[in-house]
Every structure is written in structure tokens, then in C-alpha cells.
């Protein structure tokens, strides 16, 4: 079975360019999560979605972060500008998002994003 | 000056040990709680998970269990294997599917 899928695996940018990193869910998954993982602040939640529609964005650090889920089977997650401090590795996850909690998540590989 | 990252709590075995992993978490309200292991250059990978009106679950080699009074987690591994090492976190729920990580605990197997 397919798990969540990320592209790219590694990306290298320049500071000011814009980045787009891409997610596809497992199949049949309502609900999808962006997340971020440093060393200084760990594995954060960033933005997610239930039915293709943002439930909590509250954890994007700033308007040069954006996020879309234009069906249930793609997301994107956008930096522009981006800035050496959003180098990290970037992480989508979903889950079956028909109950309102207590559901598994499921991770993808991960985008390694590096910030030059 | 430049700020300290996080330093991961690391836990040394010999193989065949049994493991106890702890985690603090911090809201009373959470009501499920998951382990999640992490291998160098993956994602994090789903263990086990327990909600909040069990104190116990076991799984194959595998144990939570859950002490609600001080907000208290471990992650018990049997018989524990080089394949274990890696990073362990838990994770509450604090609401609708949102999951809030702990900092990490490292495992390291000696063969």
C-alpha cells in the first residue's frame, strides 16, 4: 500500500526564492497535516485540513507560508519568500479524519528544505 | 549569541534489555495519547497508541502505560533489538486531531 507521498525529498534554495513543497495522502484520508521539525523547536504542527478544508492554521509562523488542498488527494505548501530560518524537514502526514479525534496519523518521508 | 538547540534525552541498552521510555505531557485535558518512533532520514512511524480510560496497552513487544493523576507516558520495548534505535516521541491530543510532540528521547542498541 502506498503511504503519504512528498515531493521533493530534498530541496536546496536561495534566500528570497520561492519554494513549493508538494503532498499526496493515502488514499481514502480526509484529513491531512503540514508539519515542521528542527533541532531548536522539535516537530511542530503547522496547518491541517479535513475535507480539503483548513481546520487550524494557527501554527503557520507568517504570511510567507501559505497552504492549499485543492483536492482530496493533493496539498502544497508554499514559502515566499523564503528565509535561511525556514530550513528544516517539512512533513505531511494524514489521517481517516472521520472521527473528531483519537485517529493515527501517518507520516510521509519528509522534504528537506535548506535555506541558503 | 547563537541559541542552544534541543538536546535529546538518550537512553543506552544492550540488546535483549528491556527499554522504558518516559514523557511528561502537560495538558490534563488530552485524551489520546501516541508513540511514534523515528528512524534517521524518515518519518515519524506510528507504535502504539492509548486513550485516556485505559492505563495499559500492550502490543507485540510493546507497552504504554498511562498515569493520568501525574500526567505521565512511558513506552516499555521487550526484549529490545539494534532495529529499535532511534527517536521516540509521544504525542497528545488536544482537541480535534491535533496532535502537540514531546522534545524526543533517543535509543541507542548495543549488539
Known amino acids: 500500500d502506498a503511504g503519504v507521498i512528498q515531493s521533493p525529498r530534498h530541496e536546496v534554495t536561495e534566500m528570497g526564492q520561492e519554494v513549493t513543497l508538494r503532498c499526496k495522502p493515502i488514499?481514502?484520508?480526509?484529513?491531512l497535516f503540514w508539519y515542521r521539525q528542527t533541532m531548536m523547536r522539535g516537530l511542530e504542527l503547522l496547518i491541517y485540513?479535513?475535507?480539503?478544508?483548513?481546520?487550524?492554521d494557527s501554527g503557520m509562523p507568517e504570511d510567507r507560508f501559505s497552504a492549499k488542498m485543492p483536492n482530496a488527494s493533493f496539498s502544497t505548501l508554499k514559502i515566499q519568500p523564503s528565509e535561511p530560518r525556514d530550513s528544516a524537514v517539512y512533513f505531511c502526514?494524514?489521517?481517516?479524519?472521520?472521527?473528531?479525534?483519537?485517529?493515527?496519523?501517518?507520516f510521509g518521508p519528509g522534504t528537506r528544505l535548506l535555506v541558503l | 549569541g547563537e541559541s542552544v538547540g534541543l538536546h535529546l534525552p538518550t537512553l543506552s541498552v544492550q540488546e535483549g534489555d528491556n527499554s522504558i521510555i518516559n514523557c511528561a505531557y502537560s495538558?490534563?485535558?488530552?485524551?489520546?495519547f501516541i508513540w511514534y518512533k523515528q528512524e534517521s532520514g524518515k518519518g515519524p512511524q506510528f507504535i502504539i497508541d492509548i486513550r485516556s480510560n485505559m492505563d495499559k496497552r500492550q502490543g507485540q513487544r510493546v507497552t504504554v502505560l498511562l498515569n493520568k493523576t501525574v500526567k505521565h507516558l512511558s513506552l516499555q520495548i521487550a526484549a529490545t533489538q539494534p532495529g529499535d534505535s532511534a527517536v521516540y516521541f509521544c504525542?497528545?491530543?488536544?482537541?480535534?486531531?491535533?496532535?502537540?510532540f514531546g522534545t524526543g528521547t533517543r535509543l541507542l542498541v548495543s549488539p
Open positions: 485540513f479535513n475535507n480539503n478544508v483548513p481546520i487550524d
Open positions: 488514499s481514502g484520508h480526509n484529513s
Open positions: 504525542a497528545e491530543n488536544r482537541g480535534f486531531q491535533k496532535l502537540v
Open positions: 495538558n490534563s485535558a488530552s485524551d489520546y
Open positions: 502526514a494524514s489521517s481517516f479524519g472521520r472521527a473528531a479525534y483519537q485517529e493515527t496519523q501517518y
